[in-house]
Nanobody, 127 residues
Framework: QVQLVESGGGSVQTGGSLRLSCAASGFTASSNCMAWFRQAPGKEREGVVGIDSDGSTSYADSVKGRFTISQDNTKNTLYLQMNSLEPEDTAMYYC?????????????????????WGQGTQVTVSS
């Protein structure tokens, strides 16, 4: 049974940092396209960053230079290190898994391409 469980969200002030974790089970995360999405109230779910099975990454312009995705294959866990957080980063953050081909397209991450989702973890950044 495929399962994704996020953790690590919380409340920080502007400029702060958080590290999100996504523990995967029932499949090998590193063999798939793994991604972080976020959704703020009243807004569409947007792709933050994706990581391919070969380790290549694709970041949204809004987080480049501030966020870093990584994987620990021994733990089958995905991470998102978020630095220099801004109020605009406030959202529910979701971990998602999709076929490897999704990351290799080089196109913008779309929620419809990902079939497995975690329950989300809330990130709140106050000014």
């Amino acid at each position: 049974q495929v399962q994704l469980v996020e953790s690590g969200g919380g409340s920080v002030q502007t400029g702060g940092s958080l590290r999100l974790s996504c523990a995967a089970s029932g499949f090998t995360a590193s063999s798939n396209c793994m991604a972080w999405f976020r959704q703020a109230p009243g807004k569409e779910r947007e792709g933050v960053v994706g990581i391919d099975s070969d380790g290549s990454t694709s970041y949204a312009d809004s987080v480049k230079g501030r966020f870093t995705i990584s994987q620990d294959n021994t733990k089958n866990t995905l991470y998102l290190q978020m630095n220099s957080l801004e109020p605009e980063d406030t959202a529910m953050y979701y971990c998602a898994a999709g076929p490897a081909i999704v990351c290799r397209r080089g196109s913008r991450l779309s929620p419809t391409d990902f079939g497995s989702w975690g329950q989300g973890t809330q990130v709140t950044v106050s000014s």
